[in-house]
């Protein structure tokens, strides 16, 4: 049973750590780049609470759902728009304003900005300008789904981020044989509208031994982790309607690393697959050429997929 704390204590506690986040290094004329919770809002942290709090501004990707954010944690600050059409010139005027000594936090809708997200040309056009930038660290999707997912290893601890899947099949295929090559864990974004198609084009690519950990609304009332083979994925996604719905990033678990090969095929395995892709799509060419020649499928299908227009 949780031992219950006495409410004069957990006050103090925390006036203690308000008092000390406020009491550190804000410089002026800094850009603050600020973390923000992916769908949990009681994961902001006091140092980013703080930043919010006391910046004179704050440049948002959409000032409706920050401003959400602000009035649960009771920060009045004046929103700016930042988003993709405009960030260039939201950049410009942010420039100007530390120029003149404020302070300017970059927050996105949720997680990280910049990575994935809106903010990396701001980021970049306010150091350039010779202003400082100061990260402040916190909820992040990717790592989240990682620490779920037990995808790396204490003595392989590398994991590659590969962001969002293209919407197009032909040219999501194409990037999927591109990082299926990676002998570390990769973690993918995609939407709920192209999930199965997205898993289909994994398993077929992957193979259905291939493991994967599907997180959906990671840290909401709804979050829900999954760890199983690429062949066993739809029947689970079938077992309950909602896991089809919501926000989802994909861990593609490594496969032991295999010998380095040499992107370009021998002059006789390209004729071959030139012969085989003139009457064939992509994928029985592939699997015609891996049974004939004994390369990789994976190989000649992103080879394959090359010589596409």
């Not at 103090?12 to 004329?29: C, E, F, M, S, Y």
């Not at 040309?121 to 916190?138: D, T, Y």
């Amino acid at each position: 049973m949780t031992e219950m704390r006495d409410p004069e204590e957990v006050a103090l506690t925390w006036k203690r750590h308000i008092d000390q986040v406020a009491g550190q290094n804000w410089p002026a004329g800094c850009l603050y780049v600020v973390a923000t919770p992916i769908g949990n809002l009681e994961d902001l942290s006091l140092r980013a609470w703080e930043a919010l709090r006391r910046c004179d501004a704050i440049a948002a990707e959409d000032t409706r759902t920050t401003r959400t954010l602000l009035d649960a944690w009771g920060i009045a600050t004046p929103l700016l728009a930042a988003h993709r059409h405009n960030e260039q010139e939201a950049a410009e005027g942010i420039v100007d304003r530390l120029a003149r000594g404020e302070r300017i936090a970059l927050v996105s809708d949720a997680g990280a900005p910049a990575v994935s997200d809106p903010g990396a040309r701001i980021v970049r056009h306010v150091r350039a300008a010779g202003f400082r930038v100061v990260p402040l660290p916190g909820p992040s999707a990717v790592i989240a789904a990682l620490m779920a997912s037990g995808a790396t290893r204490d003595e392989e601890p590398g994991f590659a981020f590969a962001g969002f899947m293209p919407s197009k099949a032909q040219a999501r295929r194409k990037w999927l044989a591109r990082w299926l090559g990676w002998p570390v864990p990769v973690v993918m974004f995609e939407t709920p509208h192209r999930l199965r198609a997205a898993l289909s084009d994994l398993s077929e690519l992957a193979g259905p031994d291939r493991v994967l950990t599907v997180a959906r609304e990671l840290s909401k009332r709804f979050e829900e982790i999954g760890t199983l083979p690429l062949g066993s994925v739809n029947d689970w996604l079938a077992e309950d309607v909602h896991r089809t719905q919501g926000e989802f990033v994909l861990v593609l678990h490594a496969t032991e690393a295999l010998p380095a090969q040499d992107e370009d095929l021998s002059a006789d395995h390209e004729r071959l697959m030139r012969a085989l892709l003139a009457d064939l799509s992509v994928r029985d060419a592939a699997r015609i050429g891996a049974a004939a020649t004994g390369l990789s499928r994976d190989r000649l299908y992103a080879w394959a997929l090359g010589q596409k227009p």
